[in-house]
């Protein structure tokens, strides 16, 4: 076999391969011959058909299986020898006839170098939170909303009311599409409709009529409406006040805790740090992940991203029902995962680097810490600890989670970091899903 490199620009190599003919030919040869014993056609025995009708027949099949079995083990002995780290490969035929030299090109993608550099350019606003007996009243209150019963009043509207709303909406002054509504439940200070709708039924009485005027924001979901001006006739049809329930021990058991009143405030404030801490740590992990990306520069593989799309393809159709969905990868547009999958990669082999280069691992005292998190959320929490030590993927996964927290930690401490006041519960919706625990 002989083999050169052409070296191409960016991350990509092309690697010259010819083989003998006599390599190929040969196991050609032996495979048509095997055929020939069993063979069935029209007018011979088996095994007494001419070895060039069955050439004739099945040769160019034969061949290209033999291609199929052979090239890739040269090729791959080939990038060994030649100490390439290919992530990705594409085989170009140049040459197939029989009796001559097999010549191929392999181009080969590379892992690209990734030089971590200028993360004095990172920039982390670390959020600083205010979490007292405030917080945790407004945590118990937004819970006792959640169980509350509605009753029926005869008075105006006020914050925190349930209305039945008929309403009709123009833009333009034509009414448009998905803009209308007749008996629709609406609770004033949701935060359900657009800006400025709730507060315009504020003040309303039953049956009363009003037009409203409101903007739509800039980032609205529909394109035709996003920052136009529109105003909304509503009639009022019922208003209801909430009633909400005590603290007290019956209250208290709907949250499967069992220790009364004194023991779910301690729950509830426990909760609340725990939810935190995760808020503030994922607020900064994000930035740094972002700032990562925009600031080292790389050739990111295709190959690596294409994967990434397949994989992203795969977990749709999966979340669609898998195989009942009858939905198929081919017909899923590579553009609708291309961007974030394309971060992705970058991001894993940013972070692997780091990882590398500074010989960041899983310490014992990281691994117990993360683990006693996990546990102290359950009632049996050393269930949870020997579950957990003794499950090989779970014990991985946060090992991963260790050597992450502590590169984060290295980044932000070689960046700029700088402290920025929010509310808990802004941060807590902004950050976790579906606003964490209420």
Not at 6 to 33: M, W, Y
Not at 39 to 55: E, L
Not at 377 to 401: G, M
Request: charged share 35%; hydrophobic share 40%.
């Amino acid at each position: 076999m002989q083999v050169s490199v052409e070296k191409k620009e960016g991350i990509h190599c092309v690697l010259n391969i010819e083989l003998p003919a006599a390599e190929i030919d040969t196991e050609v040869s032996k495979r048509i011959q095997r055929i020939a014993k069993t063979a069935k056609v029209d007018g011979f025995r088996p095994g007494k058909v001419p070895a060039g009708m069955i050439k004739k027949k099945y040769g160019e099949q034969v061949r290209f299986e033999v291609l199929g079995d052979v090239l890739p083990h040269k090729y791959s002995k080939a990038i060994q020898e030649q100490k390439l780290n290919a992530v990705g490969v594409e085989i170009e035929i140049l040459n197939n006839k029989e009796g001559e030299a097999l010549k191929f090109n392999v181009n080969v993608e590379l892992f690209p170098e990734v030089v971590v550099k200028d993360l004095d350019k990172v920039a982390v606003e670390k959020p600083v939170v205010e979490l007292g007996d405030a917080q945790t009243e407004k945590m118990i209150s937004n819970l006792r909303k959640q169980l509350a019963t509605w009753k029926d009043v005869e008075r105006e509207v006020k914050a925190d009311d349930r209305v039945t709303i008929d309403f009709v909406g123009r833009v333009d002054g034509e009414v448009f599409e998905g803009g209308s509504a007749n008996a629709s439940e609406v609770t004033i200070g949701s935060g359900q409709m657009i800006p400025g709708f709730e507060d315009g039924i504020i003040g309303m009485k039953k049956d009363e009529e009003r037009t409203i005027d409101v903007t739509f924001p800039e980032d609205y979901q529909n394109d035709e409406l996003k920052g136009k001006a529109a105003q909304f006739d509503i009639v009022v049809k019922n208003i209801k006040e909430a009633e909400l329930p005590e603290i007290d021990d019956k209250f208290v058991e709907q949250f499967g805790i069992k220790g009364g009143v004194d023991e779910f405030y301690a729950e509830i404030k426990q909760n609340m740090a725990r939810e935190l801490k995760n808020a503030i740590n994922k607020t900064v992990k994000t930035q740094v992940f972002d700032q990562l990306v925009d600031i080292i520069d790389f050739d990111v593989p295709k190959s690596l991203v294409q994967r990434e799309i397949d994989r992203s393809k795969h977990d749709l159709i999966e979340r669609m029902g898998g195989a009942k969905s009858k939905m198929k990868a081919e017909d899923i547009p590579d553009e609708l995962f291309k961007a974030k999958a394309e971060k992705s990669v970058k991001l894993g082999l940013i972070l692997q680097a780091i990882v590398r280069d500074q010989k960041f691992e899983a310490d014992q005292e990281g691994i117990d810490a993360v683990i006693e998190e996990m546990a102290s959320v359950y009632e049996d929490a050393q269930e949870v600890r020997d579950h957990v030590k003794n499950n090989k993927k779970e014990l991985e996964n946060i090992k991963n989670v260790v050597v992450e927290n502590k590169l984060v930690d290295w980044v932000v401490e070689q960046g700029q970091a700088t402290e920025k006041t929010e509310d808990f519960f802004d941060l807590i919706k902004k950050v976790l899903p579906q606003g964490g625990m209420f």
